[in-house]
């Protein structure tokens, strides 16, 4: 699974980062993140407000920070596509 946190490295883009990791280890589940702070390419995944959650190339989440258990359950849903 391909997770990115888009955003300009804001406080709420930071704490969404860090809930990302938290979430992963704790459902002991492997990823690779990264954080796209790049305005234009933000801009291709045409989110207008940070921060955002991108996973396999769907933006799942942008403008807000869930909450950790609405978090856990978007990655939950997502790993479980994986098979």
Same mark, same amino acid.
């Given at each position: 699974?391909?997770?990115?946190?888009? &955003?300009?490295?804001?406080?709420?883009?930071?704490?969404?980062?860090? @809930?990302?990791?938290?979430?992963?280890?704790?459902?002991? $589940?492997?990823?690779? #993140?990264?954080?796209?702070?790049?305005?234009?390419?933000? @801009? /291709?995944? &045409?989110? @207008? /407000?940070? %921060?955002?959650?991108?996973?396999?190339?769907? #933006?799942?989440? /942008? &403008?807000?920070? %869930? /909450?950790? $258990?609405?978090?856990?359950?978007?990655?939950?849903?997502?790993?479980?596509?994986?098979?």
């Amino acid at each position: 699974m391909d997770i990115k946190v888009l &955003g300009s490295g804001c406080a709420n883009c930071n704490k969404l980062e860090q @809930m990302v990791f938290d979430v992963l280890a704790e459902l002991n $589940a492997d990823a690779a #993140v990264s954080k796209v702070t790049d305005f234009k390419d933000i @801009m /291709s995944y &045409g989110v @207008m /407000s940070t %921060p955002a959650l991108v996973i396999d190339e769907n #933006v799942v989440v /942008s &403008g807000v920070v %869930p /909450s950790k $258990a609405k978090l856990t359950e978007i990655i939950t849903t997502e790993l479980a596509k994986k098979g």
